[in-house]
């Protein structure tokens, strides 16, 4: 596994994904939960021989998403409680 790269100079070869899994559970005092999980994967090809090397993430980006999931799911339960 290599370091982060840096600025992009051909971004032809470079793969990024993100996965999302939802998974819906029940808590203890039977309180609906939901888990959210989050997967980024980027990978630059080397050459022909070599193929794909696979970067490690540093874990921001996933982050900055789940942040975004929580700050929308509280703003639509505000809403649903208003009205």
């Known amino acids: 596994v290599m ?24 808590s203890d005092d039977k309180r609906p939960l939901v888990r959210i999980r989050v997967r980024k994967s980027l990978e630059r090809f080397q050459d022909f021989y070599t193929g794909w090397l696979a970067y490690s993430s540093d874990g921001l980006e996933e982050r900055v998403l789940l942040y975004r999931i929580e700050h929308i799911l509280r703003m639509e339960k505000r809403l649903s409680e208003a009205n």
């Open 3 to 26: 370091a982060y790269p840096g600025p992009l100079e051909l971004p032809e070869r470079y793969r990024f994904s993100v996965d999302f899994s939802f998974a819906k559970l029940v």
